[in-house]
Each structure stands twice: as C-alpha cells, then as structure tokens.
C-alpha cells in the first residue's frame, strides 16, 4: 500500500495552463492578452522603426535623416515617373524622330581618339549584352538575359545619335539607364564606335575616301 502511494507521488502531473480555481471569464482574457502581446511581437518584426523621407533625426549634425549617397553611388529608381527603363517601357523621353542638321557637322569631328575611347567603353558597358560585333549576342543575353536589337538593322542604322545618346542616359525596354555611370563625353564616344560598327557592315566602296578607294581596287584579291 505504501509502495503504491509512493509511487503515484513520484508520477508527473499535467500541468494546468490555468490555476483550477480561476473562473472560465479569466482565463478567456488571459489567453487574449497572450494573444495580443504575440502579435505585437510579429509586428514589431514586419514593422520596424523607422525614419521617413526626410523627418528630422538628433542622431545627424544636420539634423536629416535623409543621408547623402555614399561616394560613387549609382541611382537608380523604378516606377511610372521614374526616369529609368523600368519606368519608361521602352519609351525614351524627348527622343527626336529625324536626325538632327547637325549631325554631319558633329560627326566631322570625331577623331580616332575618340571612336577608340568609344571601343573601349562599349566593351565595358554595352558589349556584355549587345556582343562584340553590335548584334546583340553577349555573354549575358547568352545566359537568359533578352536579347537587344542589332545595332546593324535598318531601324537603328537610320536612328539618330541623338536618340542612341538617349538610350544610354534614359534606358530602354529591359536596358537599365547608364546616365550615372558613363558621362557625357563617353556617351558620345560610344555613340562614335556603335556608327564605326555599323558602318563595318555596310561601307561601300563610294564611301572611301579616293586614295583609300584607288588602294583597295588595286589590291590582290
């Protein structure tokens, strides 16, 4: 009989969420308030502290919580009034639709200099998705990117370089803009080189110059 007792006494109990002598009203309120607290919890996670644009902060000499970007920081933002590709769709804003009167007096004056410059460029920031050549057939768009138009099709041989000039700052379609990344001399360059790649595919022999013309025809072939 002892031994029995015993060991009823050493078996665990269940344990009792609440005391037994607590009306069912409180334990209903109870659980709610341990509800409640859970959920604030969770919703400190989902939301934060934090500053909004531009609301005052103590922590800054100034005062701003809005802090300057960091040196050498690419913007870039998305949406309808962004002024990137994402925003855009495949629209560049104030894109001319003829080439400007211009445009033989300005390409009078780029140098060797300057289309080699354009090359150099362009393989940093243009041929990993438009390819070597300008046909739209780089490393990237080989591994799922979309592929970018030829530069050598008729559309974009007659585009002016006002609008390739566009496309590089602004974006285009899936191209992110690169106006914060490639100044505005550079940008020109490239536009230099992609008519150099252009013309590659379609100079014709009337196009040289009279001693270059004279030295080809008279070439072994």
Not at 26 to 43: W, Y
Not at 166 to 187: E, H, L, Q
Request: glycine share 6%; aromatic share 8%.
């Amino acid at each position: 009989m002892l031994a029995s007792i015993a060991h009823s006494l050493r078996q665990p109990r269940p344990a009792r969420l609440f005391p037994r002598q607590w009306p069912p009203t409180a334990c209903v309120l109870m659980l709610a308030f341990v509800l409640c607290g859970c959920e604030k919890t969770f919703e400190n996670m989902y939301d934060q502290p934090r500053y909004k644009p531009l609301a005052p902060s103590p922590l800054w000499a100034d005062g701003r919580s809005s802090r300057t970007p960091v040196d050498e920081t690419v913007a870039h933002s998305e949406g309808s009034l962004a002024d990137s590709s994402s925003g855009r769709l495949g629209v560049v804003a104030n894109d001319p639709d003829v080439p400007s009167l211009t445009a033989k007096v300005r390409r009078a004056t780029w140098t060797f200099a300057l289309v080699e410059r354009g090359q150099q460029r362009f393989g940093i920031f243009c041929a990993p998705c438009h390819g070597d050549a300008g046909d739209g057939d780089g490393m990237i768009a080989r591994r799922g990117f979309p592929h970018p138009a030829s530069f050598h099709i008729d559309r974009l041989r007659n585009a002016s370089d006002e609008h390739l000039d566009a496309v590089i700052t602004r974006g285009y379609g899936a191209m992110y803009s690169f106006g914060a990344s490639v100044p505005p001399d550079d940008r020109r360059a490239i536009v230099a080189y992609i008519r150099a790649l252009q013309l590659s595919r379609n100079a014709r022999l009337a196009d040289l110059p009279p001693n270059a013309r004279q030295a080809l025809e008279q070439a072994p072939r």
